[in-house]
């Protein structure tokens, strides 16, 4: 008699069992992890920071967080060879930016299989001529761009769009005319659903291009709000998450995962993570956060 209560409470208990353990692999059914990270371009002279000397640390900390999205920035050729061989369980969404293929370097978006299914993808350039590889305009120093992808959530059966960016390193007025182009361009080819947007955006909050993506003028602006500070409301003096391979905490966030309101974050973070020799995985620390559906 107790070996067939056990037999019956066990087929009774498979089903949570198994979303048990699918909760526990890839988030609560209307959480999505999102993580932001500048891979510093394997071209630079890093020395022992080279590349090749780090790439191994740069995997094991995005394996760590285990992200459904993940936005990358300056990623060349050999880098997203590496990064579509190693993630396996990811689609890779994105062109080079130079050429529209693989000259330059990609805001790589990885999207995870068995949680996403992928609807439509793209790129604009951040220019007077989105659609024109390889632009740039005002007074930046290199050409910018945006990858996008727009996603149906397995779990949820919900749309969003994903997008992916680095902004210029010297152009003021080119950092702020990306902000307006972004905050137009999403929402059209979001069709009125929500937007995750995560990059490098070389600004603070301190800075015009924040102030500028973060408080629309206009009806059919995107309206994101800042997960890091949606969590951390009160600013601190080490929010830095560029470091330079010195691990210098001490400044302010120039890396951002944003959403629209139809998401909320519950945990968001500057990822401190080193090698036991003191190695880091890229120049900048990578930014995580778990955002969930709003009912």
């Known amino acids: 008699m107790k070996v067939r209560f056990l037999a019956v409470l066990l087929t009774l208990l498979m089903p949570v069992m198994a979303f048990a353990q699918a909760d526990g692999q890839h988030g609560a059914p209307k959480e999505i992890r999102v993580m932001s990270f500048n891979v510093r371009n394997s071209g630079a002279k890093d020395g022992l920071n080279d590349w090749q000397h780090r790439k191994g640390l740069f995997f094991s900390t995005i394996e760590q967080y285990n992200p459904d999205l993940l936005g990358t920035q300056e990623v060349l050729a050999n880098q997203y060879d590496a990064i579509v061989e190693r993630m396996k369980g990811y689609t890779p969404v994105g062109v080079a930016r130079d050429d529209g293929k693989r000259k330059g370097e990609w805001a790589l978006i990885m999207f995870r299989n068995d949680r996403f299914e992928r609807l439509d993808s793209g790129n604009f350039w951040l220019s007077k001529t989105p659609e024109v590889p390889g632009s740039k305009s005002w007074d930046a120093a290199l050409t910018r761009i ?17 997008g992916n960016t680095h902004y210029d390193h010297v152009g003021h007025v080119a950092r702020e005319n990306a902000s307006k182009i972004i905050m137009k361009r999403l929402p059209e080819l979001s069709k009125g659903n929500p937007v995750i947007l995560t990059g490098d955006f070389n600004t603070t909050e301190d800075d015009p291009p924040y102030k500028t993506i973060m408080h629309p003028t206009e009806p059919q602006m995107a309206h994101f709000i800042d997960s890091y500070r949606e969590v951390h409301p009160q600013r601190s003096p080490d929010e830095a998450s560029f470091h330079g391979f010195r691990g210098k905490i001490t400044g302010s966030r120039i890396d951002f995962i944003l959403h629209t309101p139809e998401f909320v974050a519950t945990s968001a973070e500057i990822v401190h993570s080193k090698s036991s020799e003191g190695r880091y995985p890229s120049d900048h620390f990578p930014v995580t956060a778990v955002l969930h559906w709003k009912d």
């Open 146 to 162: 945006c990858s996008w992808v727009r996603l149906k959530d397995r779990q949820t059966g919900r749309e969003f769009i994903f």
